[in-house]
Structures are given as structure tokens and as C-alpha cells.
């Protein structure tokens, strides 16, 4: 059965998760739109600087974003001279280590939805005398509803199973930064195979359902590739 610590660290990824998908959604609509249809010449840097995340060692980037964060990196310097509090080692690094470590698999499906939508309807709209918010809000947003779908799910997700970068921004703190990803390592680093089945066994029941949903909506609408 779960422990106390353990569930927890079943909060603690829950809560991270819903947070990162949260502000992914948010900053990464009008970045894919943008992705979507700039013509930008150079446009293939912001693309591949997107999706290293894809290629890169989650140690890597967390090492990264650890030194970023802390005391005498860029961020947490000015962090630190705004008076906040140190963001290494808690909940809020977490998800500023999860929202870029996440950020191409909320995304590219925005971008791919986007793409999709092509310039007529909003050109239909346009000579219809539709404001650039108005066609965004009921043109846009009704036929890239998939996207919006897939790349929620893909971001919850994936940002559920993280190990790496967590570890190395939020440490090992039971209650505070331990998720359940981490909890699993300690039960099998201490020979405790039962409590971690428990958690693995529902981590996986869980992301197998989410990816199913995923793979319903593409056959279903046929409109994001993954």
C-alpha cells in the first residue's frame, strides 16, 4: 500500500503537472501561432531551440537550469535582488524547470493544429469584418480544438514521468519536492519492490490511458501528427 510520503509525492506530480500544463497552454498559444505563421527567414533557430528538449540529457538541461536559477545565475540573481525567495530546491523551480522541459511537447501539436487550419478560413472571416482577436477566439480556437487537446494531454503527461531535470532543480524532498518519479528510485534503491510497483504500476496505468486519448483524437478529427 502507499505510504503518507508516498501519496505525497503522488500531490506534489499532480500539482506540478496541472501547473506546467497551465502555463504551457497559456504561453505557448500565441508562440506556435506565431511558430505557425511567421515567415520568418531564421525561423529554424526558435524551432530547434524548442525542441531540444527532445534530444538533450534531462541532466543536462536540469544542470542547466540549476545554475540559471540559482543565487549567482542570471534569473536568480535578479530573483534575489527582487527579494524573492530561492527557487533551486522548491516548488516553483520545479515548474520552471517542467515548463521548458515540456515546452515542445505542448508546442508543436499547437503549431501542427495551427498549420492545418491554413489562411482561407481567417480570410473568409477577415471579409466579414472579424477583428484579429474575434477570428482567433471563433475561428481559430473551434478548429484547433485537437490540438489544444493533444497538446494537454502530451504536456500532463510528460511532465508526470520526469526524472532528471527535477532532481536536479528540485532535489529529493519528501513533501516539498519529491515526485513520484523519484519516490519509485528510493523504494528500489532500498529494495522495496512492492511500494514501488504501486506507483510505477499506476504512473503507467495512467500515461497509457492519456496516450490513448491522444491516439482516439488523431483518428478521429485526422488532424495532428505525432
Do not use: C
Not at 29 to 36: E, I, V
Not at 123 to 148: H, K, N, Y
Amino acid at each position: 500500500m502507499l505510504t503518507q510520503q508516498d501519496l505525497d509525492a503522488l500531490l506534489i506530480t499532480l500539482q506540478l503537472a496541472g501547473v506546467t500544463t497551465l502555463i504551457l497552454l497559456l504561453i505557448g498559444t500565441p508562440f506556435a501561432w506565431w511558430l505557425a505563421r511567421s515567415r520568418w527567414r531564421y525561423k529554424f533557430l526558435i524551432e530547434a531551440v524548442v525542441a531540444l528538449p527532445l534530444v538533450l540529457p534531462p541532466t543536462v538541461l536540469g544542470f542547466y537550469m540549476l545554475i540559471a536559477l540559482g543565487p549567482d545565475g542570471p534569473v536568480g540573481s535578479l530573483v534575489k535582488s527582487m527579494g524573492g525567495d530561492p527557487l533551486p530546491f522548491s516548488f516553483t523551480g520545479l515548474v520552471i524547470g517542467s515548463v521548458f522541459y515540456s515546452l515542445p511537447f505542448v508546442v508543436q501539436p499547437l503549431q501542427n493544429a495551427f498549420r492545418a487550419i491554413g489562411r482561407r478560413p481567417l480570410e473568409v472571416a477577415a471579409t466579414l469584418r472579424a477583428a484579429p482577436l474575434d477570428r482567433f477566439f471563433s475561428v481559430v480556437m473551434p478548429l484547433a480544438r485537437p490540438g489544444f487537446l493533444t497538446a494537454a494531454v502530451l504536456g500532463f503527461a510528460h511532465t508526470l514521468g520526469e526524472f532528471g531535470v527535477v532532481l536536479m532543480i528540485g532535489g529529493n524532498i519528501p513533501g516539498e519536492t519529491q515526485v513520484v518519479s523519484i519516490a519509485i528510485y528510493d523504494h528500489v534503491e532500498a529494495l522495496e519492490y512492492g511500494q514501488a510497483h504501486w506507483l510505477a504500476g499506476g504512473l503507467l496505468a495512467l500515461s497509457f490511458v492519456m496516450l490513448m486519448a491522444v491516439y482516439a483524437l488523431n483518428r478521429r478529427f485526422t488532424v495532428v501528427r505525432l
